[in-house]
């Protein structure tokens, strides 16, 4: 059987693929480094009171917290390309773009690039969810990558997915960052008796679907469940804001294009 063939038609089957020791431990401790780095600019951000109108995410429900923390508590870092010269490159990465490629074609476009972070102890809950309800892209095929770049459990909130659910159309989630023990509907979706939960070894990755329905727990453990988080598309899509956004967005050009560096999108 062609394995390239195989896991094309996994990833149509169940919206999600895992990708094995995609980075060396090398790349992993720079990729630490990185995000030792980063926390130092958030430092910078809240000393200047720019936090809240910056990339750079706090962890929402710290305060619910009676734990003694050091600051900053991150929840997240978007648009890592902007703020980091590693995190762009990772987007690269020739072991996961080659997957990728295989799943969408050889023409890539860089739509998100984030760094989910779930501290020890403060880590909050993200509900389950379909990513392209939230993202101005028709049709929402994108192929999102979570790369772990510390071990990924049960224990510190790894990643959970519903097989198949990417077959399904896209419904309204709501808010997906959700308080310790939430008793919210989004939250109670996670008891599906379905759900699937995706640990991960440092340098693996979880590849899904746009559409595919995920989640992740709580970190209660006292080991950081860091990952670096990429979504591409390819060009044939449309564009298509809600009220409010730009009528018009360019991305980064991962692949193809014929070298293109940027790839524009306008409204139609």
């Known amino acids: ?41 958030a430092n910078l951000l809240i000393k200047s009171s720019a936090i809240e109108d910056s990339d750079f995410q706090i962890e929402p429900y710290l305060e619910k917290s009676n734990q003694k923390v050091k600051s900053p508590v991150l929840r997240k870092i978007e648009n890592t390309q902007n703020h980091s010269e590693l995190f762009f490159q990772l987007a690269r990465h020739e072991s996961i773009v080659s997957i990728v490629k295989e799943l969408l074609g050889p023409d890539l476009i860089l739509f998100r690039s984030t760094l989910m972070l779930k501290p020890a102890l403060h880590g909050s809950e993200h509900a389950f969810h379909q990513d392209g309800a939230y993202w101005p892209i028709d049709p929402p095929n994108l192929v999102t990558v979570s790369i772990a770049i510390d071990e990924s459990t049960v224990d510190n909130g790894c990643i959970k997915v519903l097989p198949g659910s990417h077959l399904s159309e896209l419904k309204e989630w709501g808010h997906i960052a959700k308080p310790p023990n939430s008793k919210s509907p989004e939250s109670q979706k996670t008891n599906d008796p379905n759900q699937l939960e995706v640990p991960l070894l440092p340098g693996s990755a979880l590849f899904f679907h746009s559409k595919l329905i995920h989640g992740s727990g709580p970190n209660s453990s006292e080991h950081s469940r860091n990952t670096a988080l990429y979504a591409y598309f390819n060009p044939q899509v449309r564009y298509i804001p809600q009220d409010g956004m730009p009528r018009s967005r360019s991305f980064p050009v991962i692949a193809g294009l014929g070298g293109a560096k940027d790839f524009e999108i306008k409204a139609q």
């Open 1 to 41: 059987m062609n394995y390239t063939h195989s896991k094309k038609n996994l990833f149509e089957r169940n919206g999600y693929l895992i990708g094995k020791n995609l980075l060396n431990e090398n790349e992993i401790i720079k990729c630490r480094r990185e995000i030792n780095t980063l926390h130092q600019t």
